[in-house]
């Protein structure tokens, strides 16, 4: 079936950086469209960036210039650097996988917290 | 961008139906996705493609789509079923996003 793990969150102040990355196992990932998806305190699902098979990425109009979305195949990974946060990018991140172009979520992390705070 | 609506909260009684909407600019022309979210863990899907449903989640699930609004019902609904409940689709107009309503949680009484 697959399974998604997420490592990276943490504390940093506004203004700094925090790279997340998301290791797979019982798949390819070479073979899967992946995406991040955050959720706010208390708040609903935000979709973040989506990285295709072969390598196209695409953004969340809330943070696009600052979050860069990359895999590395050979190792099974995902990851999402995100530089100049901002309280508002406080959320528990999760990353997620699809089939195909359209397809919907069908396996999730169990997400990594990131806190912004001075 | 593009916009989905859904109501905050539905509420059911056990063994009664739950429907809960999801408003769009001419959705049904779009393919809609149903994630389960109970609290402190991740989303899990519910429905694909409208009304599909995986190997692992009840027949009591079901979904529909058409003009502007999609609805997952639930029927013969139970205690672990409260949760919250999120419409998602692709909006691929001026590039490829994900796009999330809301959500809507359901309150079993």
């Known amino acids: 079936e697959g399974q998604l793990v997420e490592s990276g969150g943490g504390l940093v102040q506004p203004g700094g950086s925090l790279r997340l990355s998301c290791a797979a196992s019982?798949?390819?990932?070479?073979?899967?469209?992946m995406s991040w998806v955050r959720q706010a305190p208390g708040k609903g699902l935000e979709w973040v960036s989506v990285i295709y098979i072969v390598g196209t990425t695409y953004y969340a109009d809330s943070v696009r210039g600052r979050f860069t979305i990359s895999r590395d195949n050979s190792k099974g990974t995902l990851s999402l650097q995100m530089n100049s946060l901002t309280t508002e990018d406080t959320a528990v991140y999760y990353c997620?996988?699809?089939?195909?172009?359209?397809?919907?979520?069908?396996?999730w992390g169990q997400g990594t917290v990131v806190t912004v705070s001075s | 961008s593009y916009v989905l609506t859904q109501p905050p909260s539905v509420s059911a009684a056990p063994g009664g139906t739950a429907k809960i909407s999801c408003g769009g600019n001419n959705i049904g022309s779009k393919t809609v996705h149903w994630y389960q979210q109970k609290p402190g863990q991740a989303p899990i899907l519910v429905i694909s493609?409208?009304?599909d449903r995986p190997s692992a989640i009840p027949e009591r699930f079901s979904g529909s789509n058409s003009g502007n609004t999609a609805t997952l019902t639930i029927t013969r609904v139970e205690a672990g079923d409260e949760a919250d409940y999120y419409c998602?689709?692709?909006?691929?107009?001026?590039?490829?996003?994900?796009?999330f309503g809301g959500g809507t949680k359901l309150t079993v009484l």
């Open positions: 019982g798949f390819t990932i070479s073979t899967y469209y």
């Open positions: 998602q689709v692709w909006d691929n107009v001026i590039d490829h996003r994900g796009v």
């Open positions: 493609y409208d009304s």
């Open positions: 997620a996988r699809q089939l195909d172009y359209g397809d919907a979520f069908d396996v």
